[in-house]
């Protein structure tokens, strides 16, 4: 059943304070950024990469998997080479988010695609730092940056990763460790030495993983108890599992749902399939996320919007997502209160 989404409907999750727990910066790299980029540092693509705008948006359109569309990604990011190129994505991110009515963005980074091609952590770093501070100052979005691990790496490519890390997490550059790539032949508990070593030389550090994109209620199970992660990217399968639904509802354990993505990587075969109405009645607190929004055809609204579509959610139960984004958000006491303050001035405007 399709809901239609009025233009009160469209303009009240417009103004909404949303906060973005799940973007990967690489994912927002669109080919009218790939093939400037490509020209621009001399990048020869593959053979097999779509040569036009249109060839390369028919891939995106048409992803069989999750990893159908890493293969894609991974040669995307090959066009990023200077400190200058980070800082134009990123900063076109949430240029593109603020517009949206983002508030809050935690964006997570895959510095071993950058690592293995020649490119230091610190022009990584150094670009995407860049546009997170000149956000924070010209659009008033506060930004956390999260390191993933590409799981399709050994545990060891990890533990060197986050030791050439290691400065940027000292001087609170970086601040969260998560896990990405290929989910299924890659369990969390390869990784547990990872998360332990984080914890340990680093405790005040947000640590996450993606968790039931593909794997079953274990990898969630597994990603809390062996990594104690406090949050989990995706968690689509915890529906499989009422014991765990009932550990995250306990926990307040925020999942950062991505619908778009999960259609296009056929996750689900329709968003409404999505357990949504399931997690808000047990209590299970989650966020609204783009995860790739060049890849997958919509940034955070279009996100909202495609939920709302499916599902016809009223005001008060946006309200309630919007407050738990807040609530799991990575921010201080008196950022939270400011952005609750400003759910509630813009709920009162839309009492249906
Ligand atoms: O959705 C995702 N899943 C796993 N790895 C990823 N890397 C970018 N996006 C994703
Ligand atoms: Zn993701």
Redesign the pocket.
């Known amino acids: 059943m399709i809901h239609t989404v009025t233009p009160e409907m469209h303009q009240f999750l417009h103004e909404l304070p949303k906060c973005e727990h799940h973007v990967?910066l690489?994912?927002t790299l669109g080919p009218e950024l790939l093939f400037p980029l490509a020209a621009r540092n001399n990048i020869q693509l593959p053979d097999h990469f779509p040569k036009t705008v249109d060839d390369l948006q028919y891939k995106y359109d048409n992803f069989k998997d999750?990893q159908d569309?890493?293969d894609l990604?991974y040669v995307g990011m090959s066009v990023l080479i200077t400190e200058d190129d980070f800082f134009e994505l990123a900063w076109a991110y949430f240029r593109k988010a603020h517009a949206d009515g983002l508030h809050h963005a935690e964006t997570?980074f895959?510095p071993q695609g950058h690592l293995e091609r020649g490119i230091d952590m610190e022009t990584v770093v150094k670009g995407f730092r860049k546009a997170c501070d000149k956000a924070e100052a010209e659009l008033g979005i506060t930004t956390k940056l999260i390191m993933?691990l590409l799981r399709h790496l050994p545990a060891q490519d990890g533990l060197d990763t986050i030791a050439l890390a290691k400065p940027y997490y000292e001087q609170g550059l970086i601040h969260g460790l998560g896990l990405?790539?290929?989910?299924k032949p890659f369990p969390p508990e390869l990784f547990k030495e990872c998360y332990e070593h984080m914890a340990k030389h680093h405790p005040e550090v947000l640590l996450t993983a993606?968790a039931g994109?593909e794997g079953g209620p274990d990898y969630i199970h597994n990603s809390l108890d062996l990594l104690k992660v406090t949050r989990i990217d995706?968690g689509v399968n915890s529906i499989k599992d009422p014991q765990l639904i009932k550990r995250l509802a306990d926990n307040q354990t925020m999942l950062s749902l991505?619908p778009m993505?999960n259609l296009k990587?056929r996750v689900v075969q329709d968003i409404a399939e999505l357990p949504i109405k399931e997690w808000i009645e047990a209590g299970v607190p989650f966020s609204i996320n783009s995860?790739?929004p060049a890849y997958f055809g919509g940034y955070i609204l279009d996100n909202y919007l495609a939920v709302q579509s499916k599902f016809g959610l009223d005001v008060p139960t946006w309200k309630l997502i919007a407050q738990n984004g807040v609530k799991g958000s990575h921010i201080s006491q008196s950022r939270k209160d400011e952005l609750l303050q400003r759910i509630e001035e813009v709920c009162s405007k839309y009492i249906f």
Do not use: A, K, P, V
């Open positions: 990967h690489e994912g999750l569309f890493l990604y997570f895959d993933c990405d790539s290929s989910e993606h994109e995706h991505c993505s990587l995860d790739d």
